[in-house]
């Protein structure tokens, strides 16, 4: 069989570019998108820890679900306020949405 | 009528202040109803102490008229009130002057509610102070007192009010501080208040300590504290100052009532208080005190001979009559028991009812004379007996009750004093002679510059003494003259007080 | 009787009281009012004279009843009325020269004249304007009725004070004649010199008076009671008092207070050196200097001295050396007899010198008490206040008649100047010799006056009773008395007129001469009641009434007779009088006395009163007023006193402003505004991470997740 340890190194591998995408990224919809990459991520390792230790029990599979229902809901509702904002502020730029600077 | 017998003390005391209450609600523009509500308010208290005079019996010395209502339970001080001879002689001269000094004050036009509200607290402080029978309610009254003073004074006053208002309040507060702490140092180590106990339970003091302190300090600090306090009032040299601004820029019955009974109450003080309870203290530091009464009668009558203000000279008439008083006091206090005592303290309180009676009318006949020429000056006055024939009569009357001339009050009571003083302060009664030599000069001064002389061109048209005037003068005349003629009438009432009061 | 002697000093105090209550304006009810009142006093008085005298044993057992007055403890301070010799005599010479002066003053103050035009209140009357009149004539006194009530209030005090049986009654009667003094010497009292001079009266007599009322306290703290009797008949007491030392130089008591009662009579009785007010008095109304300054309250301090004679003396018998405060009497007595006749000798204004011929007499009197001589010395203050009184009311007419002449021709001599006068003798013949008689009486013209019976027993008893400087100083004061009286009686009648006013004098009314004749009369007659026994020839004719009736147990014995003290006292009067005759009996010009160039400098002196005056004021007047005026008022009240109360005021002040300055501001607000700062100032700097970008803030997150997750490890595993 393909060893745990490669599904593990992939997923770490998307999480961290999910996670520079997250924060090196200008544009808000990459940044969502880095964002998914990291979810998925988290979601591959979930699935092979679930595949190759406890295949006998649904906890994994669950999880994983919940974690692609989540990801889903929340990327429909960024987009929504990406929107929003893109409407009020003309810009999807991450570093021009700074209304809330002190 | 048991009713009325049993409660006259707190009916004569509380009369004024009900006045005041009926007062609040006239309303301010109706003058004329406030002042004569004012002279019924006073009048009724003088018709009681009359009654109470009747009831009274000259032949006991103890208390009488009393009534008790427990108060501070706590601190065993309670509302105790009553007379004895000394306490309804002086009762008696405060509701004799209040009449007239209401009357004398119908020339006021402004605030009349408010004056006439004052003057009636006051009335009752003061009576309260001479009937009180509780240390406590001795220092309620008395600080009590105070506050409608410095309001009349300085609100209805002259130029220099705000001055002499303030320096009059804050200098007899100050001097009150004194007796606060005489008396809570004397409440907690007897565990009373009560005057009439306390006479025996302090004097049988004999191991007793507060805060550590020993009982012979305390009892020192204690008579200081008392004699300061009284001696502010009354006011002895040299606690004096205060005197002449606060007479001089008061309205005119303000310094009728301060003069004739408010340094009174130092006085009452120092016989009530000072003499019975601290006997030895008191008979150590007589000389002083006596010392400190010679300098008010001899710089009290200098410093009237050189004012020029009329008003400012009676002023300081005052400080030279009270000389003798404490003079009396600080004889009695050096030779207790002896008859030299009890008759230098008869004197005492003789001279307290004529100097109230004579500067009383002194004050008031200034006023009625700055009313018509608007000033005090006495270097601009001069030859009115002959455009104001009544009131020359009347001045030269009252002045020479003032002097002491014998025949009117003044005289009975300075012999008496001069021959109680005499045997127990020799030099002390020959320089207080000299002072009543000058109190000659001052009182021929005024006269001299007043009355005498040739009437200047602006004074031709002054109007005499008016009806109203007559009749607030006619009582102080005919009372100087009845108790200089016949002193036995009124001394009747206090002569055996004074024997028992030792 | 006793009664009788109770009420014989009321009817002048209700004449006053009923003056000035409701006549005040009514000239005829207000002097009728106080004649009537006089005339009764003067009937209850020669009722108890008459009786006084009827009665043999009036020194031993006088007249007396008291009552309760003053309550002192258990018992009572009495006072009451006595009858005794001296005050009979007194009731007898007061009653007569009150009475005749109130009548006098009817007429001198022009009672039924016009009232003037332009008369003030308070200013003497100075003519009216009539129809048909040549010039003015004399109007009535504006202020009528008020002279009559103090005059009754006056009358009241010295009955009163002859009647009292107490020190205090006297001392009451003495200072109410001293207000009625006071109120009648400044009755013009526009005038500034009589309003002053009111005030140099009153305040001159109370020296004296505040001596006498520490007399009194001593003697009622010793001896427990103020009563004569129990006093001064009493030898257990006066022995005691004679005995006991005070503490005062080494006096004994009854020196000691015979001194202090000895001060009231000089103030009183114009001793040296209380005697400046007398001279000044003069500017009260004549009537009120012969009363008052003449015959009665001058009198009333010779009369104390009197009185108190017993405790002066106590301890003196005849022959022995004088005591303490009889030889201070003597001393001031006699050095004031002479004093006042020289001051006399200058004066140019008739009253002023009859005024300190006043003084005079009563040294001579003072004097007289000093070396013992009691009985020399009432009789000397009976006769003399007729005699003087006399010589009063006589100048008062002789003015009055100056004046009357002044208004007529407008001419502006002083009427009071005796320069101004002469020849009144045919103008004024009545006024000319009664007075005449009351000067001659006045100089101890030989034997037909009574002022020489009186002055002539003083001499011999000072003769008598070796005092020898005493006998010539008042054997010399005679001779100036004899000289003085002789001028001015030269000067004003003698003569012819100097002025247009003496040309227009007349006679005075009937009103004021009669009075003038009855006490020229007394002048003449009283003398013969008081002859000596021992007196050549005359003595065995006419009993010494006066001497027996005051009882020889005071005094020394006259001894057998001697001539020298009679020649030398008819010896200096007939010369003074020839001499002032003769100095003055061709006096022309009204301006220049010729003394002056006789005497030069001296004369100054004497007319300037030896510059008493200017001296009292330089040395009391003066630094009592500094004292008063600036030491008092200014430096110790509002400089010192004042000073420290301001001095605390402030303090107070400062001390409060620093506190708020030091504590309140800095730390008590201080702090938490600091507090405050410090919390803006972080947030400030803190602020500056929030930069608004998300991403930012993402990546902080997670360092420091990763931190504390190194932590975490380091802390697990260490």
Redesign the interface.
């Known amino acids: 069989m393909i060893p745990l340890s490669w599904y593990l190194l992939v997923a770490a591998a998307l999480f961290c570019i999910g996670l520079f995408g997250v924060l090196a990224r200008k544009n808000t919809i990459a940044i969502l998108m880095g964002l998914e990459l990291m979810l998925n991520a988290v979601n591959i390792n979930l699935l092979a820890f679930w595949s190759y230790l406890h295949h006998a029990q649904m906890n994994g599979l669950v999880f994983a679900a919940i974690v692609f229902a989540a990801a889903a809901a929340e990327t429909a509702v960024g987009l929504g306020l990406i929107i929003s904002a893109y409407r009020r502020r003309g810009s999807v730029t991450a570093n021009d949405l700074d209304t809330m600077k002190g | 009528m048991t009713w009325l017998t049993n409660h006259l003390v707190s009916l004569i005391l509380f009369t004024p202040l009900l006045a005041a209450l009926i007062l609040l609600l006239i309303p301010e523009r109706r003058a004329g109803a406030l002042r004569w509500v004012a002279l019924a308010g006073s009048l009724v208290p003088l018709g009681l102490a009359l009654f109470a005079w009747s009831r009274f019996d000259s032949t006991s010395a103890a208390w009488q008229l009393t009534e008790q209502v427990p108060w501070y339970i706590s601190l065993n001080a309670s509302y105790h009130v009553g007379v004895d001879g000394i306490s309804l002689t002086l009762v008696l001269l405060t509701v004799t002057l209040m009449p007239l000094a209401i009357l004398t004050s119908f020339t006021i036009t402004e605030r009349v509610r408010t004056y006439m509200v004052l003057f009636m607290i006051l009335e009752t402080a003061m009576l309260g102070v001479f009937v009180a029978l509780d240390l406590l309610l001795f220092f309620v009254f008395w600080e009590v007192g105070l506050v409608p003073m410095y309001f009349l004074i300085a609100q209805w006053g002259g130029k220099n009010r705000n001055y002499a208002s303030l320096k009059f309040i804050l200098f007899t507060m100050g001097g009150s501080l004194g007796l606060l702490l005489a008396t809570q140092m004397m409440g907690m180590l007897t565990g009373s208040f009560d005057l009439v106990e306390l006479g025996s339970r302090w004097l049988a003091l004999t191991q007793a300590s507060l805060f550590g302190l020993p009982l012979a300090t305390v009892r020192a600090i204690a008579f200081w504290a008392f004699v300061i306090a009284f001696a502010v009032k009354v006011p002895v040299w040299p606690f004096h100052t205060w005197l002449p601004d606060a007479h001089t820029e008061a309205p005119t019955a303000g310094s009728m009532i301060l003069a004739g009974v408010l340094l009174k109450l130092g006085a009452y003080g120092f016989i009530r208080l000072v003499l019975p309870l601290f006997p030895v203290e008191a008979k150590a530091f007589a000389p002083w005190l006596a010392a400190l009464a010679v300098a008010a009668v001899v710089l009290g009558a200098l410093g009237a001979w050189g004012q020029s203000d009329f008003k400012r000279l009676v002023a300081y008439s005052s400080i030279n009559h009270m000389g003798f008083v404490v003079l009396a006091v600080a004889a009695a206090g050096a030779a207790v028991g002896t008859p030299d005592a009890h008759i230098a303290l008869n004197g005492a309180v003789l001279q307290m009812v004529a100097h109230g009676l004579s500067s009383a009318g002194m004050f008031f006949l200034v006023g009625a004379i700055y009313e018509r020429t608007h000033t005090r000056d006495l270097n601009e006055l001069g030859g009115l007996y002959a455009r104001l024939p009544a009131y020359g009569s009347v001045l030269t009357f009252i002045a020479m009750a003032s002097l002491g001339l014998p025949g009117l009050a003044g005289f009975a009571a300075e012999f008496q004093i001069v021959r109680g003083v005499w045997p127990v302060f020799m030099l002390a009664t020959l320089i207080a002679l000299v002072g009543l030599f000058f109190t000659g000069a001052y009182i021929l001064k005024a006269l001299k510059l007043t009355l005498h002389g040739p009437l200047a061109e602006r004074w031709q048209s002054l109007s005499d003494l008016s009806v109203r005037e007559i009749i607030i003068v006619s009582p102080l005349m005919a009372l100087s003259l009845w108790i200089g003629i016949w002193p036995a009438g009124i001394m009747n009432l206090f002569n055996l007080t004074v024997a028992a009061l030792f | 009787m006793q009664t009788l002697l109770w009420l014989v000093p009321l009817p002048p105090l209700i004449a006053f009281a009923l003056i000035?209550l409701f006549a005040?304006g009514k000239r005829g009810l207000s002097h009728w009012v106080a004649l009537v009142s006089a005339g009764l006093s003067f009937l209850g008085s020669m009722t108890l004279f008459a009786w006084a005298v009827g009665r043999q044993d009036l020194l031993e057992n006088p007249l007396a009843a008291s009552t309760?007055?003053?309550?002192?403890?258990?018992s009572w301070l009495r006072v009451g009325v006595l009858l005794d010799p001296l005050a009979a005599l007194t009731l007898f010479f007061v009653a007569w020269t009150v009475l005749m002066i109130f009548i006098y003053s009817v007429g001198y103050h022009n009672y039924g004249q016009p009232v003037g035009a332009h008369d003030?209140?308070?200013l003497p009357p100075h003519g009216a304007e009539l129809k048909g009149a040549h010039g003015k004539v004399p109007s009535v006194e504006p202020l009528y009725a008020r002279f009559f009530a103090f005059i009754s209030l006056f009358a009241f005090a010295m009955f009163a004070l002859v009647v009292s049986d107490n020190l205090?009654v006297l001392?009451?009667?003495?200072?109410?004649m001293g207000?009625c003094s006071?109120?009648l010497i400044?009755f013009w009292?526009?005038r500034?010199s009589?309003?002053?001079a009111?005030?140099k009266a009153?305040?001159t007599t109370?020296?004296g008076d505040?001596?006498m009322?520490?007399g009194?306290?001593?003697l009622?703290?010793l001896t427990g009671t103020l009563n004569f009797r129990e006093i001064l008949s009493n030898p257990v007491v006066l022995d005691t008092l004679a005995t006991t030392l005070s503490?005062v130089f080494g006096l004994s008591w009854a020196a000691l207070i015979g001194l202090l009662i000895f001060a009231g009579t000089i103030g009183k009785s114009a001793q040296f050196p209380l005697h400046t007010w007398l001279p000044d008095a003069m500017e009260g109304p004549t009537p009120v200097s012969a009363m008052i300054h003449a015959a009665t309250m001058v009198s009333a301090g010779v009369f104390l001295a009197a009185r108190f004679f017993p405790l002066i003396s106590a301890g003196w018998e005849a022959g022995q050396p004088l005591t303490t405060p009889m030889l201070v009497m003597a001393v001031v007595g006699s050095f004031t007899a002479l004093f006042a006749a020289l001051i006399a000798l200058g004066q140019r204004d008739i009253k002023r010198v009859l005024a300190y011929s006043t003084i005079s007499q009563l040294g001579y009197m003072v004097a007289a008490l000093g070396i013992g001589a009691y009985g020399a010395a009432v009789f000397h203050l009976f006769t003399h206040a007729f005699f003087k009184a006399l010589l009063f009311l006589g100048s008062g007419s002789v003015i009055h008649g100056m004046e009357h002449g002044q208004l007529a021709t407008g001419d502006a001599a002083d009427p009071q100047d005796m320069f101004s006068m002469g020849g009144l003798r045919k103008k004024m013949p009545v006024t000319f010799l009664t007075f005449l008689a009351g000067a001659l009486a006045l100089s101890g013209f030989p034997l037909l006056t009574a002022g020489f019976w009186s002055k002539d027993e003083i001499l011999s008893s000072a003769f008598h009773g070796n005092h020898l400087i005493i006998f010539i100083v008042l054997a010399l004061s005679a001779l100036v008395t004899a000289f003085y009286s002789m001028r001015q009686v030269t000067l004003t009648f003698l003569g012819s007129p100097r002025t247009p006013s003496a040309e227009h004098t007349h006679e005075s009314k009937v009103v004021m001469t009669v009075p003038l004749v009855v006490l020229a009369v007394f002048a003449i007659a009283a003398g013969w009641f008081g002859v000596p026994g021992s007196f050549l020839g005359l003595g065995a004719f006419l009993p010494n009434f006066i001497g027996n009736f005051l009882g020889g147990t005071h005094e020394a014995e006259a001894g057998a007779f001697n001539a020298t003290p009679l020649l030398v006292s008819v010896g200096v009067s007939l010369t003074g009088l020839f001499l002032g005759w003769l100095v003055h009996r061709k006096q022309s010009s009204p301006s220049i006395d010729p003394l002056k160039r006789g005497l030069g400098f001296v004369y100054t002196a004497l007319e300037r009163k030896f510059w008493v005056d200017e001296a009292y004021d330089l040395v009391f007047i003066r630094p009592?007023?500094f004292?008063?005026?600036?030491?008092?008022?200014v430096w110790?009240?509002r400089g010192l006193?004042?000073g420290i109360?301001h001095g605390i005021?402030n303090f107070g002040n400062w001390f409060g402003r620093t506190l708020r300055r030091v504590i309140d501001i800095p730390v008590a607000n201080g702090v938490p505004d600091g507090a405050a700062a410090g919390a803006r100032w972080s947030g400030l700097k803190?602020?500056?991470?929030?930069?608004?970008?998300?991403?930012q803030y993402?990546?902080t997150s997670?360092m420091l997740v990763v931190l504390a997750g190194l932590v975490l490890l380091l802390v697990l595993n260490g």
Do not use: C
């Open positions: 000035s005040r309760n007055w003053l309550p002192t403890g258990g003030l209140p308070g205090l001392y009451v009667a003495w200072e109410i207000l006071y109120l400044g009292y526009a500034p009589a309003r002053d009111a005030v009153f305040l109370r020296v505040m001596f009322l520490l009194m306290a001593a009622y703290s503490p009592a007023k004292l008063a005026e600036t030491v008092t008022s110790i009240d006193l004042d109360l005021g803190l602020r500056l991470t929030q930069s608004g970008h998300v991403q993402l990546v997670l």
